[in-house]
């Protein structure tokens, strides 16, 4: 494509990152906003997924003063003025493979993962027996149902104490961004975890806990992806929860991590083949548990739609890499429009 092209931000959603995908669109419509090849159009989808009117202004407007949205499940007619998309929705119906759905019956290109990659990525179940398949290392895990629960609570702590011990992590099997996950210690702790989780998904995961730092390393490509810089995050929290995720100050980011160079091209071509093992495709972040005691890689999970907010990892990696946000944001439109 030639000339200005239409690019259409899409933001917001269901899912309860709403106000992180909300961030994210801020920091891109800032990028972009100055580029001369694109006039952006910024699309918001609100909590119950109706679509409002584009408005230049809705990046900024507080969420009351939004244009009133489209009856029903209207799409805007102006969507037929998009060139390509960037969809930044976090979450459930945002990075799971239904608004890329959506996306390919529109016909029209769009930033990141398809329908297939995204589906996978999302799932935490179907993601990891993607990666045993590869042959990639993880921890040691075990999914259950809440038919499986509700059956014999008993026999599954059991079970779970068995194969995993203590401490071990039970989260939903498809959400995102820390929402629902509980570290746990204890039986009592374990049954609380798991009515937690079962209450975002009908589907949860268990994991055996592990000590080690946890590693990410960004991936930018199709066909031929790059692997940026690795990156470290520490924090002072239990775990790496969805307040220290999102709060300034809460988590601190090292980049890049202080890493033998041998860990470092380990990691980056463990983070090309996990892209790879669910055909990954524009971007994603890769994250890892670095067990130093035995010097061991373990893949922990794949982002698929990571976010663009001020804290995120994902756009400071490519910048220790030399990428700039506005040249991320630019490569990525590239890659979208040259599949």
């Known amino acids: 494509m030639s000339g200005v092209l239409t690019v259409g931000l899409l933001f917001g959603g269901r899912s309860d990152e709403h106000p992180v995908s909300i961030r994210s669109a801020r920091a891109i419509a800032a990028a972009l906003g100055n580029h001369p090849r694109y006039r952006l159009q910024p699309f918001y989808l609100d909590r119950q997924g ?90 040691k895990y075990q999914a259950l149902t809440a038919t499986d629960w509700a059956q014999d609570q008993e026999t599954w702590c059991e079970h779970l104490e068995l194969e995993l011990g203590y401490p071990c992590f039970v989260k939903p099997s498809n959400l995102g961004s820390s929402v629902g996950i509980a570290k746990v210690r204890t039986r009592s702790e374990l049954i609380a975890g798991l009515a937690q ?31 940026s810089v690795v990156g470290e995050i520490t924090y002072q929290s239990d775990f790496y929860d969805y307040e220290t995720k999102y709060t300034a100050g809460k988590a601190q980011l090292q980049i890049p991590a202080d890493l033998p160079p041998t860990v470092v091209r380990a990691v980056q071509a ?15 972040r890769v994250d890892f548990f670095y067990v130093e005691a035995s010097a061991t890689i373990l893949v922990n999970e794949i982002n698929t739609l990571p976010g663009f907010t001020a804290t995120s990892m994902y756009p400071k990696l490519w910048e220790a890499s030399g990428r700039s946000f506005p040249a991320l944001c630019d490569r990525l439109l590239e890659l979208a429009l040259n599949p």
């Open 50 to 139: 109706f679509w409002h009117p584009p408005a230049p202004s809705a990046l900024v407007l507080a969420q009351d003063e939004m244009p009133p949205p489209l009856a029903g499940f209207q799409l805007p007619p102006q969507i037929q003025e998009v060139d390509v998309w960037f969809p930044v929705l976090h979450g459930p119906n945002g990075e799971d493979g239904t608004v890329q759905g959506l996306l390919e019956l529109l016909q029209k290109p769009y930033v990141g993962n398809g329908v297939l990659a995204s589906a996978v990525g999302m799932d935490k179940i179907l993601m990891k027996a993607c990666f045993a398949k590869a042959g990639l290392p993880q921890v």
């Open 197 to 227: 989780a079962l209450q975002y998904d009908r589907r949860v995961i268990v994991e055996e806990g592990v000590v080690a730092r946890e590693i990410e390393c960004a991936i930018l490509g199709n066909a031929a992806p790059e692997a």
């Open 270 to 284: 463990a983070a090309k083949r996990t892209f790879a093992a669910i055909s990954g495709r524009g971007l994603a």
